[in-house]
């Protein structure tokens, strides 16, 4: 373990300038959502003397995580049920079949598990999961979910910002962009013995992004450690952008100059931009984007209409203003 | 006592394979019943109907090859009825999804079928698949005479329309559609007139011997 110091960092090192200008938006959406939480809290009372203070009820399956905050970023939305959010997936490394992840993914050990930082910054480093785990406020964030191939979810997640990990490297002024890697090994990510991706599977964010409060580094699903082929045991997740942004199983972090390349970008360009925003008005070339079907909502349940950034809009938009969103899809 | 020759047995055989094309059928809806089709029904009820609607079509179409293998008429008393049940799939993957998946929503299918390729071809197989299925009865084939014989090879284009619409809706991942590539690339060669595929493979192999010569 190498992290020593994370408390002397001025504040205006860690937001970002942009954020840090718009502070009274976060302010105002933070109030309005404490307020929904609270509402939630009162409504749906699960055992509380549990002392796990998530809204929703840990199916058992996995360690509880404990201590873990509300956050105000959270929907009220009902949460897509455990059973569906953990047999239905893409993480290629086990597979192509959306049951491949809950049928192979038990084959990966995620203890111990090391996080690389390094790249542009001034205190380049590793973590180990249980330190990241230890030494970062873990929160329950229920977020919406969009893949790119236009189902959704409702995931109740664990996990803390991104920033507050990255802050503690030390990002110089030359970290434009933040890249990440997944674990690469054939032996126990078997869908890695062919070439249907360049592993190892990476993704990218610039760095507005990845400091941006709503992204954060998931830890747990429900309340407990994450199943693993949900990506144990520590993933990205970005909510207004498409699922596959979403990087699983992280074990580096590179700050960059440069805009980084990505798995899905480098595989079909056209079809897969780096920035992957939600945006129902440019379709993918193989499907339109205008509209989503809800996992669990039904046979005969009709779609739902996809909403700008996945209805983030109000926290994100100002993170691409000027920028034409069709051509930097 | 007469001898049970396989052609004797069709009759007996055809309500079977009748019963077993309804399987698939039958398991959907057992699935759909007891919501047991996974997370995402909708997509297993289309990936179903899509791909038994494809097995079918090269089952259909390897009755030829089949006959000429054997050297026995039978396989081609089945050929309708496959043919029959490919299209009754294909019906169900396309009210799949111009109903669960669309919700008969007019504009965004035209605008699907328009500008997704894959839909496209899609829905090209299925009509020019309809006026195989209205033709089908002894009736019309009598009535089409060699006109019918013509008509009914729109299927190879079918074939081949069916297995791109599948290779161009996967993300990466190629594998599952290039074995009914395959599959059907053997079944179109074996029409190719016996004899003339004897002689090209006796070239194929004239050739493949000369760097045998050499060595020596």
């Known amino acids: ?329 | 006592m007469m001898r049970m020759t396989p052609e004797r047995l069709v009759p007996i055989a055809k309500p079977l394979v009748f019963l077993l094309c309804l399987v698939p059928l039958g398991l959907l809806v057992a699935g759909a019943v007891a919501d047991d089709l996974g997370a995402n029904p909708v997509e297993a009820i289309t990936h179903a109907t899509g791909e038994w609607a494809l097995r079918l079509l090269l089952l259909t179409l390897a009755m030829t090859p089949l006959k000429r293998l054997i050297g026995r008429p039978w396989p081609i008393r089945f050929r309708r009825m496959l043919g029959l049940f490919a299209f009754f799939y294909a019906a169900l993957h396309l009210l799949t999804y111009l109903w669960l998946d669309q919700g008969f929503d007019g504009q965004a299918i035209i605008e699907d079928v328009v500008k997704r390729p894959y839909i496209t071809v899609g829905f090209a197989a299925f009509v020019l698949l309809v006026p195989l299925a209205l033709t089908s009865t002894r009736a019309r084939m009598r009535r089409l005479g060699r006109r019918w014989q013509t008509l009914h090879r729109a299927i190879y284009a079918i074939g081949i329309l069916g297995v791109l619409h599948y290779l161009w809706l996967v993300k990466a991942d190629l594998r599952e559609p290039l074995i009914y590539a395959l599959v059907l690339a053997v079944l179109l060669l074996a029409r190719l007139p016996f004899g003339r595929l004897g002689t090209a493979g006796r070239r194929l192999a004239g050739l493949l011997a000369v760097p045998e010569r050499d060595r020596g």
């Open chain 1, 1 to 329: 373990m190498l992290i020593k110091r994370p408390s002397d960092i001025p504040a205006s090192e860690i937001t970002p300038h942009g954020v840090w200008l718009r502070r009274r938006e976060f302010i105002r959406a933070a109030a309005s959502g404490v307020g929904l939480v609270a509402a939630g809290g009162l409504l749906l009372p699960w055992d509380q003397t549990q002392g796990v203070e998530t809204t929703v009820k840990p199916p058992g399956r996995g360690q509880p995580i404990p201590g873990l905050k509300p956050s105000a970023f959270s929907t009220d939305e009902a949460p897509t049920d455990y059973a569906d959010i953990t047999s239905y997936g893409n993480f290629t490394e086990f597979g192509s079949n959306k049951g491949d992840p809950a049928r192979y993914a038990g084959a990966l050990e995620t203890r111990p598990w090391t996080l690389v930082v390094d790249g542009e910054c001034e205190a380049p480093g590793r973590i180990g999961i249980e330190d990241i785990l230890s030494g970062f406020t873990q929160e329950e964030r229920i977020y919406r979910l969009r893949c790119v191939e236009t189902w959704a979810m409702v995931i109740p997640w664990v996990g803390f910002p991104l920033g507050d990990l990255l802050a503690r490297f030390k990002p110089t002024a030359k970290a434009k962009y933040v890249a990440f890697e997944t674990l690469f090994n054939p032996k126990q990510m078997h869908g890695q013995k062919r070439q249907v991706i360049d592993w190892p599977y990476r993704e990218g964010l610039r760095m507005d992004e990845a400091m941006h409060p709503l992204t954060i580094l998931a830890t747990g699903l429900y309340g407990e450690t994450l199943p693993n082929q949900n990506g144990a045991p520590l993933r990205l997740v970005v909510p207004w952008k498409y699922g596959f942004k979403s990087i699983k199983s992280i074990v580096r972090i590179r700050f960059s100059a440069k805009e980084p390349p990505t798995a899905w970008n480098m595989l079909q360009p056209d079809e897969y931009g780096f920035y992957a925003n939600v945006n129902p008005q440019v379709d993918h070339p193989r499907w339109s984007q205008r509209r989503e079907r809800m996992v669990g909502a039904g046979i005969f349940a009709r779609k739902k209409e996809t909403k700008m950034f996945n209805g983030y809009a109000d926290q994100v938009a100002g993170l691409y203003a000027g920028m034409d969103l069709k051509r930097f899809f």
